[in-house]
């Protein structure tokens, strides 16, 4: 009797093992992927996920989408985080999806590191904004001008090599010929950009307008609202659809006077080093 109760047990033990470990492997083949929470990132990535097949967004989702608007995850479990911070979770998760201007800050090489990557869409151009009202200052033209400048383009092709991408058509010879330079000689220019690359590419910019006189400061404090309240007379460091929601938000009323350059936004590896784990929806 003692024998058969021993082996009962012993069934039982094993049923519970099978079960526990199914269990567990379960929760292992769990992919879990690092997003920007804010609002414009997050669907940016979950678009760039979608467009590669990996999951499926709700009908009608789109710039403004969140993980609520995911109709089939395919077993992926996101980790929303602070769109700077997510470099820093790599090596907590299986791949994390990183705005090209952080991943560089970290380090990475968008073109090489990234294991997909967004096309040169225009409508995530990063911009110069300005307060309404400043579109056609010379100060504001005289700025646009030096940026859209080929010495600029050249500057982000080989400085970053695909990694930012000029969106700039026809990039001129840094001036704008209905601006009254002599007039501007001796003023500031203040533009409130974040460092990577923005601050770097408005050096080369700086080099443009000293040539004729005028001084180019930067800084990054509140960069939308110090534009508003005219403290700052543009900044560099936004896309069109993120200065929308920020807009809408907050009230402010800040528009975009040229699209300088795009950072393409791209699935990096973590964890998990290949691809093989991130099924594709049939």
Do not use: W
Not at 12 to 22: E, M
Not at 174 to 201: E, N
Not at 234 to 262: C, D, M, R, W
């Amino acid at each position: 009797m003692k024998k058969i109760k021993a082996l009962i047990l012993i069934g039982v033990l094993s049923i519970t093992a099978v079960a526990l470990a199914a269990c567990g492997s379960k929760k292992d083949n769990v992919v879990t992927i690092a997003i920007p929470n804010d609002t414009t990132n997050e669907a940016r990535a979950l678009l760039l996920l979608q467009s590669n097949g990996y999951i499926k967004l709700k009908d009608g989702a789109g710039l403004d989408a969140t993980i609520r608007d995911i109709e089939d995850k395919n077993g992926i479990e996101f980790k929303e985080v602070e769109a700077a911070q997510v470099p820093n979770t790599l090596k907590d998760v299986d791949f994390a999806v990183i705005n090209s201007n952080f991943a560089i800050d970290a380090g990475l090489n968008p073109v090489k590191d990234s294991l997909i990557i967004e096309d040169n869409s225009a409508k995530y151009a990063n911009i110069v904004a300005v307060k309404e009202g400043q579109e056609k200052t010379d100060k504001i033209k005289a700025l646009v001008a030096s940026l859209e400048s080929k010495e600029v383009a050249d500057y982000i092709q080989k400085k970053y090599n695909g990694g930012v991408v000029s969106v700039v058509e026809n990039p001129g010879d840094g001036y704008d010929k209905s601006v009254d330079y002599d007039a501007l000689k001796g003023t500031t220019i203040t533009v409130a950009a974040s460092p990577t690359p923005h601050a770097d590419v408005l050096k080369v910019a700086k080099e443009i307008l000293a040539k004729k006189g005028i001084t180019l400061d930067t800084d990054y404090v509140q960069p939308n609202k110090v534009v508003d309240s005219g403290e700052v007379d543009a900044n560099y460091f936004q896309h069109v659809p993120y200065l929308e929601a920020f807009n809408k938000e907050n009230g402010t009323k800040i528009v975009s006077v040229g699209a300088i350059h795009n950072e393409p936004m791209g699935l990096y590896a973590g964890k998990t080093k290949s691809l093989d784990s991130l099924k594709k929806l049939k």
